[in-house]
């Protein structure tokens, strides 16, 4: 089966950085997507990884480790409007996002 | 520019009702996704479209139709509602199959 595995919940401190991590078991990889989503909110678009490596966009970066299924999104310099829930995503051979259930991330002051 | 818009944003059905949700889109996409979204659970994709015309079935494609007669609508009809149907509904819509999609702000739909 497929099937992506991300942590419940994490929790940082105002300033801080935060890793958060992602590994996969797809039929197949077309990339992995990371989402933003605000309680009661849409997801948002934050990356796209599907070579090997660091992507770097502003305060956010993400990694991918096809070899080894895991994928992690970066979070520096913490502010109280990050706090949301996390949500990556893989594209399987058939061109579908399979979905992870989710970090929710509590950033303290 | 609204992007993907869903309406309602709130229901309350009772068990064996029908309702349709609806998605619009104005940015031109060809490829527009219905997911559901529940407690600890990742999103599950309900069915999609390619372009006008066109849909297919997703993972969780039972006890929902679908249609797609203009290119930025697309609708998610529920037959005989159930309480395990019960969830928040998102439509999303992207250019390609490969690009990052973009999600409307959900339906929250409660089935008593």
């Known amino acids: 089966g497929q099937n992506i595995d991300q942590p419940t919940e994490m929790t940082a401190t105002e300033g801080a950085i935060v890793q958060i991590n992602c590994t996969y078991q797809?039929?197949?990889?077309?990339?992995l997507f990371w989402y933003q989503q605000h309680a009661g909110e849409a997801p948002t678009f934050l990356s796209y990884?599907?070579l090997d490596g660091l992507e770097e966009k502003g305060r956010f970066s993400s990694f991918l480790s096809r070899s080894k299924g895991y994928s992690y999104l970066l979070l520096k310099e913490l502010q109280m409007k990050d706090s949301a829930s996390y949500l990556c995503?893989?594209?399987?051979?058939?061109?579908?996002?399979?979905w992870g259930a989710g970090t929710k991330l509590i950033i303290k002051p | 520019n609204a992007g993907v818009t869903q309406t309602p944003k709130f229901r309350v059905l009772k068990t064996g009702q029908s309702m349709t949700l609806l998605c619009a889109q104005d940015?031109?996409?060809?490829?527009m996704y219905w997911y559901r979204q529940d407690p600890g659970m990742g999103l599950r994709l309900i069915h999609y479209?390619?372009?006008?015309?066109?849909?297919a079935k997703g993972e969780v494609p039972d006890g929902y139709n679908v249609s797609r007669l203009k290119k930025q609508n697309f609708l998610l009809g529920l037959e005989s509602a159930a309480p395990s149907q019960t969830s928040v509904y998102f439509c999303?819509?992207?250019?390609?199959?490969?690009?990052?999609?973009?999600f409307g702000d959900g339906t929250r739909l409660s089935i008593l």
């Open positions: 999303a819509s992207s250019p390609t199959e490969m690009q990052p999609q973009h």
């Open positions: 940015m031109n996409h060809e490829y």
């Open positions: 479209s390619v372009g006008e015309g066109t849909t």
């Open positions: 797809t039929s197949g990889f077309n990339g």
């Open positions: 990884n599907v």
């Open positions: 995503a893989v594209m399987d051979s058939n061109y579908q996002l399979i």
